[in-house]
Structure formats: C-alpha cells, structure tokens
C-alpha cells in the first residue's frame, strides 16, 4: 500500500472511530480523513485533535471517491447509513466496521448494501475501555489488541486481505471466523460475564441494607463488578443484538449454577472442590493475549 | 496496654497467624509468641522469618500463661483445636480467630469451650490474597484492611475493648456485627461472586472450543474470573461453612438471572436499559474502603 494512498471516510468519530483515522494517519496510509456523525460538537472537537481533515457535508459527494469507510456506530444507526451510502459507493472502496456484534450488522447489510455487499469486510475490534468520544481516541488504541474479521462469501479474497492490513496498520492482530461463530465466542466471554456482573450489582442495588453490604465488599467483589460501571446503552445493544446467542449460554450458566445449588444443599463438598478446582486450573493458567 | 506485655499463642503460622504476630510484635504489644500447626516444616520456616520465637509441643503447658490466643486454622480444625485448649486456658487469657465466617465457629465453640465461651470474641480479618503460608506474611498486612468482630452475647465489654485493641494495634479498621450479619453480609459481598466466578471459568474449562473462546477473552473476563484462581479447598469450606446464608443469595441471584432471561427473550431493551443503569450508578459510585 502506497503511503498517504487513502480517502477515508468515518461513520462516528469517537473512541473506535477516532482511534481508526489517527492509527493509519500514523501509518501514513491516510491522506485525508473525512467525518460524519450525529453530534456537530463531536465532529468539531474531532476536527481540533486531529482525527478528521474535513467534517463531511454530502454523504453521496463523499463516497464517489472514498476508498476506505469506517463505520464506528451504533448498531441502531446502521440501517440508515447503509442506505444512504449504497447507492453512491465507489465500486473501488471498501466499508469494514467496528461493531461488537456481526451477526446483525451483517443482515443489515445483505439488505441495505444490496449489489455492494461484497465490498464490506465486517470487523470487530477488542479494544475499548471505559472511556469514550474522540478525547479518547489514540493512534496506539489498537496496538497489540485483536481484531476480528467475519468476512462474507461474497467478499473476494483481496479485499479480506486489504481490510486486513488495514488494521494491521492500526497495529492489531487479526483473525478471522465466521460472523455466527464470532458471536457465539463473545456471548460466552464478553457478553455473559457482562449480564452477570449487572445482575449481581443490581441485585444489591435495591435491598434496605445496600450501604452495609457495599461497606464490606472487599477486592474481590471490585473486580468481578467492575465491567457493571459500563455504558448500559452500549451493552443494552449488544445483549439485544446478540440476544440468541447470549440467551443459549445464559441457559447454560444458569444449569451450572443449579448443579452447584444441588452440591451446597446436599453438603457434598467433594462435588464442589471437583467444580472449583476444574476452573481454577484453567483460570490460573490464563492470561488475556 | 503495656509493651511487650503479652504471651501469644498461635496456632497456624500462614500468611494470617504469621501477619498477626509480626504485625503485633512490631507494635511493641508481644514478648513472646509460641506456635502450633499440623505442619513441622511451616512451624520451622515461621521461627526463621520472626513470626515465632518458639514452637510449642504442649498445648496444656502454653494455655496456662497465655494472654493471647489466635485461632489462624481452617474451620475444619477448629472442633479438635479448641477442644485442647479449653480445659487449661487460663482464665485471664483471651480467644480470638480468623475465619471467613462466624457462625459455625461460633457453633463450635459454644461446644468445645464450655464455661470458658466468655474468653472468646470472633473475628474475621478482611484481608488475605492470592498467596499464602509463613514465606506470606508480612507485619502490615492488615495496615488500612477492615476487621469485623462478632461478639457474643456472653463476651464481657472489656473483653471486646481489648480484642478490638489488638486488631487495632495490627493497623486494622475494626467493626461489630453479629454472627448471623456477617454471615449474611459477606455471602452476598464475598462468597456468592466467589462461586458465580468459579461457575463461568469451569461452564467454559469443559467445552470443546475452549481454547478458542479463552483466546477471546480480554479484560473484562480477567477482572471477572481473577476470583476463580482462588484456592478451591478455602473456598469449599467457606461456601460449606456458610451454606445457609449462601444458598439464599444465590437463589435471589438465580431469580435475578429469571428476570434477564425474561427481558432478553421478550426483545425488551427498556427492561435491560433499567437494570444495567441501576447498578451503573451504584458501581460507579463505589470503591473499596
């Protein structure tokens, strides 16, 4: 890839988005970045750190000539966008994403993107935090994180290959599976422990004798609650869009925490030690890559 | 309280016993500490490292000068211990432990020690860690770390002052409650995220694709599972221990899980939104004290 070779145009210029535009102006594989977005103030504050060149105008103007589009949005706006960028979508260009879910992004675009849909590489990199908005966005975001592509049928294999240097320009490592397969791996470690956390925060949150109970929560209760402090609309999203596969292992957690019920009221403790001990030894030999 | 004024007797010399005799010795509050265990080789190591200045070889000799008595034993010990000491404890000696839960130690003591149930006032140290064992401890482990004491109602005030004063004199932040509360109060806060942790990492250690999906794991599913790398024996016995009240946490727990599976399976985000905002606002709100 030629360095300064690409128009890149962003659906969302926040953390991910913010992060996408900054990596590759890095790599020098941008030359101009163009921005769109629900909020004017966000794309202004985008514009002064650097992230967009120009704030974009004309959806259909701007995709004559993009080569690269990003779309670092919610899953609700994707209907509307795709829509309004199919018609105009240089036959050059390709549209990966940034969305935690793909299953659904991707039966939005096999109805929106129409005859284009062989242009979009789905992408769904694990990087994040608790931070958002393009004040957070950093051209190391990416750096050494995974990013996973679900690619289609449709695709052809150079445009897989280019969307995935793409994002090993941002520095990530990049794998790839099916968008059914990708979602069933994040239900079980993401979205579950997640819905978990939640509910055990929530569970405290409405009892007569919470401050009591929160004044002796200890580190262990810190770390298993952390990720309840995140965005409840982001993960009301995701769970919704990933709501079948989360539902199959929420089925499946709840069948394990029967069995272990079953254990504690039969006072069988070697059940227990057998259980805790299977999950230590895999948990103590795990760190995240 | 004079320096150097007391005799203590310990009987496990691990990370807690070992921690409280340097922690003590280091106020000035110590002349002299003795140290029972099961193990030879963990009494050995805890005299290199000053926890002990002696190991003892009879219980009956050591109770009749002892001013000080600390428990640092597995509950499942705590029926044989406390039986040995009861008949020589001197009468102006006071008891005091370091268990995860209170109410069966309470059980056992009312039964091992008689009419000398008055010496003994509870105590659960909320500090510990991954790591264990004499090489562990360390004078300021509980420097700024919460201890909840249990009295009974057959504890004189002045007894409860001076323990209380001992803890104090470790460095710790000493409250009151009574065997049944604390039961409660830490299956809630402690054992039930213990055992919903141990249950994700041991639902994913038997799967097929386990691998795959661990290799997906990132940090929200570190935080969440750092718990289940805790010592599956420990654990066994506290959730044994405190079944009762745990049993009724992880009930509750189970019907929260009912109330999400419910929202999920109705497609019904507002429900989600509710539930993940409520304990966002909690979480976020909290830190440890």
Not at 11 to 38: D, H
Not at 60 to 70: G, N, R, S, T
Not at 71 to 76: E, R
Not at 204 to 215: F, Q, V
């Amino acid at each position: 890839m030629k360095a300064d070779e690409l128009k890149l145009v962003i659906f969302g210029a926040g953390l991910i988005g913010g992060s996408f535009s900054l990596a590759l102006k890095n790599a020098g594989a941008v030359r101009e970045t163009v921005g769109f977005g629900r909020s004017e103030n966000t794309l202004i504050e985008a514009k002064k750190l650097g992230i967009l060149d120009r704030i974009g105008d004309n959806i259909a103007l701007e995709m004559q000539d993009a080569d690269l589009v990003l779309l670092a949005i919610p899953v609700g706006q994707m209907t509307e966008i795709m829509a309004q960028i199919a018609p105009h979508l240089s036959k050059n260009a390709l549209v990966t994403d940034g969305g935690s879910t793909k299953g659904d992004v991707v039966r939005i675009a096999r109805s929106k993107l129409g005859n284009r849909i062989a242009q979009f590489v789905p992408a769904h990199p694990i990087a994040g935090g608790e931070k958002s908005g393009p004040a957070a966005a950093q051209a190391g975001l990416f750096e050494g994180k995974k990013v996973v592509l679900t690619p289609l049928p449709e695709n052809s294999i150079e445009a897989v290959a280019r969307i995935r240097k793409i994002w090993e320009l941002c520095g990530a490592k990049v794998s790839e599976m099916s968008p059914e397969e990708h979602d069933e791996v994040f239900a079980a470690v993401s979205h579950l422990p997640h819905l978990l956390s939640f509910a055990l925060v929530h569970d405290i949150a409405n009892r007569e004798n919470r401050d009591l109970l929160l004044s002796h929560a200890a580190s262990g209760f810190r770390d298993f609650t952390r990720i309840a402090a995140s965005s409840p609309e982001m993960w009301r999203d995701i769970c919704i869009s990933n709501r079948e596969a989360l539902l199959v292992e929420l089925d499946r957690y709840m069948k394990e925490l029967e069995t272990l019920q079953a254990a504690l009221s039969g006072n069988d403790s070697e059940k227990l030690e057998e259980i805790f001990s299977e999950a230590r030894k895999i948990r103590s030999n795990w760190e995240p890559k």
